[in-house]
DNA sequence: TTGTATGCGTTATCAC
DNA sequence: GTGATAACGCATACAA
């Protein structure tokens, strides 16, 4: 056992007076060893406080038994608890994780897909930021014979396995829900529509209020209203028109429609009685509000569990049994005290 | 090329007709190289698209460039804010980051710390379990020679870099604001004393009474009172009081503190006139509850980027210099209107 | 400036 | 069963 260097395989064969080869096998239990010294290798490793180094493995193997993850914020409840579910099922499979953030920056995630590339992950898990534009940087991967699955938000045009929400049918259930409520007059806080999930639910949003009669007002669709910030300032626009809206489906994120509330508590406007709320992801504090915030679950945990048994189901079938296709989990409305007036 | 395995520098090499030793040289930056052969080398990885591997790279250069973190729950807002901040200032270095998350179990925790050591990842960075009471796995950490940081949960015994919060400071500071705005009947809630964050709370607790002269009754302190039902249980109990008291230190979370304000509204108790109430995290719906709740900020993602930063200085220091030690993080009293009554 | 040779630690293929 | 040997892809000390 050199000093400084780690104690090696050839430090345990050295001991034993046998061979590398035989500690190898005797260690990773392939190909044939003798009990006896299969036990003796065992326990000199333990003794020696051996560590098998999982880097020369990997490179003598061909394979990394590790998953790249990347998302826009780790820090952001929904993609925390997609990486929760992904690491959930890779623990039991014996993959390791590497996460990496985009911070919403299409650079950061095009070098971030480059060092997942050259770490020679074996899938690349990635939600994109909401600049990218271009998906060289994806394609790449696929031409590395890299496993890309994408996840919530999608770049449609590549051809690779998907875990969606089923956002337009959520967003078409929350607004049905505040049409049963008696809400005639909804308004609609956008995402940035480049991103498919935005689109869809405002598609969600168009095709409720058609199918129950109600007209489409332009005035009522607000762009871009995705912070809470955002989301207060596209409420002060919305109830200072003449014919103000009487609802307001925050599609973006709570956080908006906690925008939403706050401004409806400044103006002392009531909710839900004057107002309807509704916001998008679940965050923990929509319980808690006053009142608490009607919004669509969207079962993340599960969606990052998704995500991971695609990629084993696809490796343990062997090759490309399984072709790309889309996985949609349907959200759940969670209907709660900021659009219940008819109790 | 060759058609499955990747392009190597030496495929680039053959394709100019020089060594794979100049490939090397030419796009790692160190050596010698002419700048007319270096240019054709970077001109034909590109159309080749190869990607160097950073498997082998590791191996030949004895470092992997990665940091290892181990927490409790990553979709948990402190850890999640925690690893954002790593992940920041690890990006700026150039060095990844591979997450595990122990579930509060000690085997979990165990076995991922021994993938890390095989992964050979230069720092391990951990938050410890619930149920860790025994610390072999990281002393070994250290035995491989592998930097060891500590941050919030800590194992105290070890001798490891670690970076926690004033907890006590904060809890101090936030009982001198509520005798400054005139509350002389402090109630505390109080976690789990066998975890040291919440021992040090109640530290600041007593201190801060105890220096203004108040005196500490023990009916005022409600144990492991940590979720919102538990925190308006405890108040209810605590508000039955001949001698009731007139501000309620949630030190465990602001959901208790959540807990403590629903039920003064249920009683009609005017907050903060009648009832101070004070919590811990700075979450984000205290900010606009009815009043807004007034807590501790953690700055989590500061302690993330701390701790990042001392894994560098003390790579870059070379060496051992920076011994090992203990940061504190002082957090901050976010005052808002559950305690503001002298305004 | 370029080429040669060697090793990082492991595993797999062969022959014995 | 066991041992010798090559190879994974890259980086570097040394020679030319």
């Given at each position: 056992?050199?000093?400084?260097?780690?104690?090696?395989?050839?430090?345990?064969?050295?001991?034993?007076?046998?061979?590398?080869?035989?500690?190898?096998?005797?260690?990773?239990?392939?190909?044939?060893?003798?009990?006896?010294?299969?036990?003796?290798?065992?326990?000199?490793?333990?003794?020696?406080?051996?560590?098998?180094?999982?880097?020369?493995?990997?490179?003598?193997?061909?394979?990394?038994?590790?998953?790249?993850?990347?998302?826009?914020?780790?820090?952001?409840?929904?993609?925390?608890?997609v990486i929760a579910g992904i690491e959930n099922i890779a623990y039991e499979k014996g993959y390791s994780l590497i996460i990496c953030q985009s911070d919403e920056q299409n650079e950061k995630e095009v070098k971030?897909?480059?060092?997942?590339?050259?770490?020679?992950?074996?899938?690349?898990?990635?939600?994109?930021?909401?600049?990218?534009?271009?998906?060289?940087?994806?394609?790449?991967?696929?031409?590395?014979?890299?496993?890309?699955?994408?996840?919530?938000?999608?770049?449609?045009?590549?051809?690779?396995?998907?875990?969606?929400?089923?956002?337009?049918?959520?967003?078409?259930?929350?607004?049905?829900?505040?049409?049963?409520?008696?809400?005639?007059?909804?308004?609609?806080?956008?995402?940035?529509?480049?991103?498919?999930?935005?689109?869809?639910?405002?598609?969600?949003?168009?095709?409720?209020?058609?199918?129950?009669?109600?007209?489409?007002?332009?005035?009522?669709?607000?762009?871009?209203?995705?912070?809470?910030?955002?989301?207060?300032?596209?409420?002060?626009?919305?109830?200072?028109?003449?014919?103000?809206?009487?609802?307001?489906?925050?599609?973006?994120?709570?956080?908006?429609?906690?925008?939403?509330?706050?401004?409806?508590?400044?103006?002392?406007?009531?909710?839900?009685?004057?107002?309807?709320?509704?916001?998008?992801?679940?965050?923990?504090?929509?319980?808690?509000?006053?009142?608490?915030?009607?919004?669509?679950?969207?079962?993340?945990?599960?969606?990052?569990?998704?995500?991971?048994?695609?990629?084993?189901?696809?490796?343990?079938?062997?090759?490309?049994?399984?072709?790309?296709?889309?996985?949609?989990?349907?959200?759940?409305?969670?209907?709660?005290?900021?659009?219940?007036?008819?109790?």
């Amino acid at each position: 056992m050199n000093s400084k260097k780690g104690v090696t395989i050839y430090d345990i064969a050295q001991q034993l007076k046998i061979t590398p080869s035989m500690v190898s096998r005797a260690l990773s239990g392939n190909g044939y060893v003798n009990d006896a010294t299969r036990q003796l290798v065992r326990e000199t490793a333990e003794a020696l406080n051996y560590k098998r180094n999982t880097v020369a493995s990997n490179l003598r193997m061909g394979q990394t038994k590790t998953i790249g993850v990347i998302v826009p914020r780790i820090n952001q409840n929904f993609f925390a608890n997609v990486i929760a579910g992904i690491e959930n099922i890779a623990y039991e499979k014996g993959y390791s994780l590497i996460i990496c953030q985009s911070d919403e920056q299409n650079e950061k995630e095009v070098k971030s897909v480059n060092t997942l590339i050259n770490q020679r992950v074996e899938c690349i898990v990635i939600s994109v930021s909401a600049d990218s534009y271009n998906y060289k940087h994806l394609q790449n991967v696929i031409d590395q014979g890299i496993q890309l699955i994408q996840f919530d938000r999608v770049a449609e045009d590549l051809d690779t396995l998907k875990v969606i929400n089923d956002n337009e049918q959520a967003s078409f259930d929350a607004i049905r829900h505040l049409i049963e409520q008696g809400y005639k007059k909804i308004a609609l806080l956008e995402g940035p529509q480049n991103l498919a999930i935005f689109r869809q639910r405002k598609n969600g949003y168009l095709r409720a209020l058609k199918q129950h009669g109600l007209p489409v007002k332009d005035d009522y669709i607000i762009e871009n209203a995705w912070t809470k910030e955002l989301g207060a300032a596209a409420t002060k626009k919305l109830l200072g028109f003449n014919d103000a809206p009487d609802a307001i489906f925050a599609s973006t994120s709570d956080f908006s429609a906690l925008g939403v509330l706050e401004v409806a508590n400044q103006l002392n406007i009531k909710v839900p009685s004057q107002l309807g709320i509704c916001g998008y992801s679940n965050e923990a504090f929509t319980e808690i509000t006053s009142p608490s915030i009607t919004t669509v679950d969207q079962y993340s945990v599960d969606m990052g569990k998704t995500v991971a048994n695609l990629f084993f189901d696809r490796i343990e079938e062997q090759a490309d049994a399984i072709a790309a296709k889309t996985v949609s989990i349907k959200p759940e409305l969670i209907i709660r005290g900021s659009t219940s007036r008819m109790v």
